[in-house]
């Protein structure tokens, strides 16, 4: 076949040319796409960073009884409020005033940083670190850094002038960008040492908007108590905020959640000697070498690390990295309080919690004992427990997933641990235990009316749509009766039956206990 212009008459060569045109096409179309979305999603954080708020139109609220109403506007005193064991109590409600100058009110809006080039790693595991943040998680993977700023805050009859705030979360923040009901973080004493409430000084507000049921944190942390794993407390609050230039405006309930801090952990623990860290990592305790410097940002300590303290965590990656099963077998109880870590592991497990240690390794502390030198973990951020995370396999999936390969992609500890006798045996005993003490579905269903009960009027306050979505995730009994569930976090997805996946955790459980069932290993979306 002549290979000169003549040639190109060939129906064959001029189909293969075509093929090849229309490839270099679409590629070239697929690069230009990708070239004009990263320009518009650049224009698009720059004009946020400037501090631009195109707030959503708020929707009516809903008929909310009079008596009820009137409860909620009662005033409360504070006086003789100097536990935390009374500040936070889950059927607490405490009203909750931010006021700001509209300075402060500007200087609040988050800054735009660089962002990181990836938010997806090569398995398609997020990647919720960005050198240039100061918080890790996806908020600062995409560029978003929170300031702190003065605020006053009047809890009930309490006014704390010259006290702290910023926005707090990642996706609970980057769900409310558009509205005024943005998660809070508040030091009473950052500015000042002269405050403090309950004997704490850190209050989180968490806004609920991920999670319709509003009870996702709040119920989690029962069980995880009721387990014996120490874990934050949490109360509700009405939160409103004011700026001088606009009458108060009421933003809706949030979660009032204990921080873990040193005050935490001298309650819950005994002392305030140990160290406290936030991992966030896919590959916990991996071997990064013999320098501290290399592991600092990852384990992101929260109070000031001795030698010792930071040699702990070094060598505990490397005996993970490197020893041979039966070193490692032996010698993980003199690093990690297996008897804690089988709890909380187990609560985990049937709470299907995927935005956590299970799947992309964060929203977990972990804290190091003075005395025995072991690790224990405390969980956190629990919006999308109760199978809610949409990120990891379908719903019906997340209500069987395997109770012996609970976790998605690699996770080094955790496959290491399975082959440890000692410790399945450890982990399947606190199963048992969760299943017939605390993990029960028609004690967990009674405690769901209870808490809705009260959750219902302050809902309502937000508005129909509102109210109307926490009734299907804390009634509905069968996942079919709910919406079409799709992938990913929008506010369209449909609301979370609560009762449902209870039931239908423990069922599995029970099965896959008893040999019946191996379970669904979950995957990442």
């Known amino acids: 076949m ?18 090849l045109f229309a490839a270099s096409s679409i590629t070239w179309s697929v690069v230009s796409i990708r070239a004009w979305q990263a320009e518009q999603k650049a224009a698009e954080w720059e004009e946020r960073g400037r501090g631009s708020r195109e707030w959503e139109t708020p929707e009516e ?54 962002m990181s080039d990836r938010d997806r790693g090569p398995n398609g595991e997020f990647r919720l670190r960005n050198p240039a943040a100061s918080r890790s998680g996806l908020a600062g993977v995409r560029g978003i850094e929170f300031d702190w700023v003065r605020a006053e805050v009047q809890f009930e009859d309490r006014v704390f002038p010259d006290s702290a705030a910023r926005y707090k979360g990642n996706g609970t923040y980057l769900r409310s960008q558009r509205s005024l009901k943005r ?26 908007v991920t999670d319709d049921s509003c009870l996702h944190d709040a119920l989690a942390y ?15 609050a009405r939160m409103f905020v004011t700026t001088n230039s606009q009458p108060a405006h009421h933003l809706g309930v949030y979660a009032l959640v204990e921080n873990i801090d040193l005050d935490f952990t001298e309650e819950m623990l005994g002392t305030r000697q140990g160290a406290i860290f936030k991992p966030v990592t896919p590959t916990l305790f991996a071997d990064l070498g ?42 993980v109880g ?14 985990t497990v049937l709470l299907s919690s995927y935005d956590s240690f299970l799947s992309n390794g964060q929203n977990f502390y972990v804290w190091l004992a003075p005395d025995t030198e072991r690790f224990l973990f405390l969980p956190w951020d629990l919006d999308n427990a109760w199978g809610r995370f949409g990120s990891s396999s379908a719903a019906l999936d997340r209500a069987e997933a395997s109770i012996l390969h609970p976790w998605i992609g690699e996770h080094r500890l955790l496959e290491r641990l399975f082959l440890v006798p000692d410790f399945e045996r450890r982990y399947r005993k606190a199963l048992e235990r969760l299943l017939a003490d605390v993990f029960v579905p028609e004690k967990l269903h009674r405690r769901v009316d209870e ?25 509905l009994t069968r996942l079919e009766q709910a919406p079409e569930e799709g992938r990913g976090f929008g506010r369209n997805r449909a609301p979370h039956p ?18 019946q069932s191996v379970g669904v290993r979950p995957e990442r979306w």
Do not use: M
């Open 61 to 114: 609220p809903a008929p909310v009884p009079i008596r009820a109403r009137a409860a909620l506007a009662a005033p409360r005193s504070t006086v003789g409020l100097t536990q935390a064991a009374a500040l936070f109590q889950t059927t607490n409600v405490w009203t909750v005033h931010l006021r700001f100058t509209p300075d402060q009110w500007e200087k609040i809006e988050p800054r735009q940083i660089e």
């Open 498 to 515: 609560l009762k449902w996946f209870i039931a239908e955790r423990a069922r599995s459980v029970r099965a896959q206990l008893d040999g």
């Open 222 to 236: 029962e069980v995880y108590r009721a387990a014996g794993v120490p874990a934050p407390r949490t109360a509700y």
């Open 290 to 331: 013999d320098d501290w410097s290399a592991y600092e940002a990852i384990y992101d300590p929260k109070n000031k690390l001795s030698e010792a303290q930071s040699r702990r965590v070094i060598e505990l990656a490397q005996l993970l990295t490197h020893a041979e099963d039966a070193t490692f077998a032996a010698r």
């Open 183 to 208: 998660p809070f973080k508040v030091d009473l004493n950052k500015y000042t040492k002269q405050h403090v409430l309950a004997g704490r000084t850190t209050l989180n507000f968490a806004n609920l």
């Open 2 to 19: 002549s290979s000169g212009p003549s040639g190109w008459r060939s129906p064959r060569l001029r189909a293969v040319a075509a093929v």
């Open 334 to 347: 003199d690093y990690i309080e297996l008897d804690e870590f089988a709890r909380f592991l187990a609560v």
């Open 451 to 475: 808490l809705a009960a009260l959750l219902r009027p302050l809902v309502a306050e937000e508005s129909v749509s509102r109210l109307a979505r926490f009734e299907q995730a804390v009634t």
